[in-house]
């Protein structure tokens, strides 16, 4: 089969497109006859290795596919050939990525594809809708009627925060760059819309809700904790999930005092179980018409360094380059 593969960390460059021998699935595996995978940035870390994970050699980058079932092995009873399926959660902690023609993956990360979805569509979903129901619904508790902040309200993670929490009824306030940025995340359903360099944030904030917000959704590497705690209302409840190396000053009193939480996670950490749970949503908002994650290009697999490239100056270097996800087809 093609493959976009890796034999050790390093650049883009580092990306073969090449033939590797056809997976054999076990006996727990589907065998996936991949029409589509996405680029997270998690897969940019763990290739050039600044997320160090133990990689089979050689290594096939990727976390997210959808595609057909081929063939499954003796143990799987939920997944029969010729059914469509997604998955997320591949190409970490061990576990064999998912940028080639076929794959084998455990039956306990795949989901049924719902009819009217499309592969492309389901794959730009995978890891960015489980991470945003991971926040949401399991960290922040977030209740009809309460208002969250997305920061960053325009990329893979955001749009599907600000999507789910609408889903979930809740009032969403976003933050975006450039003003096709802007106008996305109100299409996606934001009430309101804050230039993300616009100085008076807070008071932004403050003016749509006086006592503050419920949630504060950060998916920026370097949060900025004096705004955020002045953003959130008594009881906030604050996501994090980017920034390793980050070190920020955080404002202990004003924190404590107002009775706020912290909330952070890896989503590459979660269950099978709880990501299930979250796929059982997403289908169903997927299915609905209410979840829909931008594409901004389709790319065939022989460019996945390219693919790479262009996610790492999207989110590493903040270049604004990309509107939606980066989709390849093997
Ligand atoms: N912990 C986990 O489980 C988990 C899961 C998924 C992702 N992540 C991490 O979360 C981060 C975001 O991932 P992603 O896939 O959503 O990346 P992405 O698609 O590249 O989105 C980045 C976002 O950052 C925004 N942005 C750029 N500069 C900003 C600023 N100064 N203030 C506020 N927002 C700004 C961009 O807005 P514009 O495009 O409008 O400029 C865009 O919305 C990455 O670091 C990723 O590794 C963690």
């Known amino acids: 089969m093609k493959a976009a593969f890796i034999e050790r960390p390093g650049p883009p460059g580092a990306i073969v497109y090449g033939e ?15 029409r589509a995978c996405a680029v997270n940035p998690i897969d940019t ?28 092995g003796d143990e799987v009873n939920r997944l029969r050939p010729g059914m469509r399926v997604w998955g997320s959660n591949q190409g970490l902690l061990g576990r064999q990525g998912t940028f080639s023609e076929l ?8 989901y049924p594809t719902p009819d009217g979805v499309s592969d492309r569509e389901a794959a730009a ?12 619904v399991g960290r922040a508790g977030v209740r009809p009627g309460e208002t969250v902040f997305v920061n960053g309200g325009s990329g893979g993670v955001g749009s599907a925060v600000v999507q789910i929490a609408k889903a979930l009824g809740a009032r969403v306030i976003a933050t975006a760059g450039a003003p096709e940025k802007q106008a996305l995340v109100r299409r996606f359903g934001a009430d309101v819309v804050i230039d ?3 100085p008076e944030i807070v008071a932004r904030a403050r003016a749509v809700v006086a006592d503050g917000v419920d949630v504060y959704w950060e998916t920026q590497r ?11 209302a008594e009881g906030g409840r ?18 404590y005092v107002k009775g706020c939480s912290l909330h952070g996670f890896a989503m590459f950490k979660t269950s099978h179980s709880e990501q299930a749970a979250a796929a059982a949503d997403i289908n169903r908002w997927l299915a609905a018409g209410r979840l829909r994650v931008p594409i901004d290009r389709v ?16 989110t590493v270097m903040r270049s604004g380059g990309l509107i939606g996800k980066i989709v390849i087809e093997p």
């Open 20 to 34: 590797l021998p056809d997976p054999l699935p076990g006996p727990r595996d589907a065998l996936i006859r991949v």
């Open 45 to 72: 870390y763990v290739r050039s290795g600044a997320v160090v994970m133990p990689l089979p050699r050689p290594f096939v980058v990727g976390c997210d596919l959808a595609g057909e079932v081929v063939a499954v």
């Open 103 to 110: 794959a084998a993956v455990d039956e306990r990360w795949l």
């Open 125 to 136: 979903a995978a890891l960015v809708s489980i991470t945003a129901h991971l926040g949401l």
């Open 196 to 198: 993300y360099r616009d």
């Open 222 to 232: 370097e949060p900025d904790f004096d705004r955020t705690v002045a953003i959130l």
């Open 238 to 255: 604050m996501i994090l999930m980017a920034g390793r190396d980050a070190r920020p000053a955080f404002p202990v009193g004003p924190f």
């Open 299 to 314: 790319l065939p697999l022989a460019q996945t360094a390219e693919a790479h490239a262009l996610q790492e100056s999207a």
